[in-house]
T-cell receptor, first 111, second 116 residues
Framework: DQQVKQNSPSLSVQEGRISILNCDYTNSMFDYFLWYKKYPAEGPTFLISISSIKDKNEDGRFTVFLNKSAKHLSLHIVPSQPGDSAVYFC??????????FGAGTRLTVKP | GAGVSQTPSNKVTEKGKYVELRCDPI?????LYWYRQSLGQGPEFLIY????????DSGLPNDRFFAVRPEGSVSTLKIQRTERGDSAVYLC??????????????FGEGSRLTVL
């Protein structure tokens, strides 16, 4: 069962514009939601997270929004930079150390 | 280096053979995870160790897969009688049990397994 879904396999934006990556989940019992970033031939690296009791978390150019009623979260990157081009994975986490990943969205930021 | 180290980085084997993949986590990290990533998919959970014991092995697809962590540091994922469907990138990750961001795992670069 796919508990975390990323329905857009790819996204292309112009440098300087906003990138919005979306994620939906099915299980309301998750404690945290996270975004990981992956470059080719590297392992995923942690980017930003949000507790299930919050609706927004911001870290520099990256902001994650959580809409619990819609079971939806999004990652906003503004302004987007060419170095942000990577695959972004949404993940859910609970305190039983159970982490589920979405299929990923490939972001391309064009100069 | 100070990161998670996985060997081999690439492994090509024939159907039916036995394979071992090794993971050396970050020093001091008590939790260790194995994930499998197939093409176009996100990482899929296999097994989680807390110290030497497997705290959750519910993701292992069948009894051909086994993992150990005998001294609470290095872990080995073992696959018997490999099948073509086992071809994937096997990712290892480690984390501190406490004092860290929940869910923040540190991943290695992965071991790409190809079964011919």
């Amino acid at each position: 069962d796919q508990q975390v879904k990323q329905n857009s396999p790819s996204l292309s934006v112009q440098e300087g514009r906003i990138s919005i990556l979306n994620c939906d989940y099915t299980n309301s019992m998750f404690d945290y939601f996270l975004w990981y970033k992956k470059y080719p031939a590297e392992g995923p690296t942690f980017l930003i997270s949000i507790s299930s009791i919050k609706d927004k978390n911001e870290d520099g150019r990256f902001t994650v929004f959580l809409n619990k009623s819609a079971k939806h979260l999004s990652l906003h990157i503004v302004p987007s930079q060419p170095g942000d081009s990577a695959v972004y994975f949404c993940a859910s986490w609970n305190n039983n150390n159970d982490m589920r990943f979405g299929a990923g969205t490939r972001l391309t930021v064009k100069p | 280096g100070a990161g998670v180290s996985q060997t081999p980085s690439n492994k090509v084997t024939e159907k039916g053979k036995y394979v071992e993949l090794r993971c050396d986590p970050i020093s001091g990290h008590t939790a260790l995870y194995w994930y499998r990533q197939s093409l176009g998919q996100g990482p899929e959970f296999l097994i989680y160790f807390q110290g030497t014991g497997a705290a959750d092995d519910s993701g292992l697809p069948n009894d051909r897969f086994f993992a150990v962590r005998p001294e609470g540091s290095v872990s080995t994922l073992k696959i018997q009688r490999t099948e073509r469907g086992d071809s994937a990138v096997y990712l290892c990750a480690s984390s501190l049990r406490s004092g860290s961001t929940p869910g923040e795992l540190f991943f290695g670069e992965g071991s790409r397994l190809t079964v011919l």
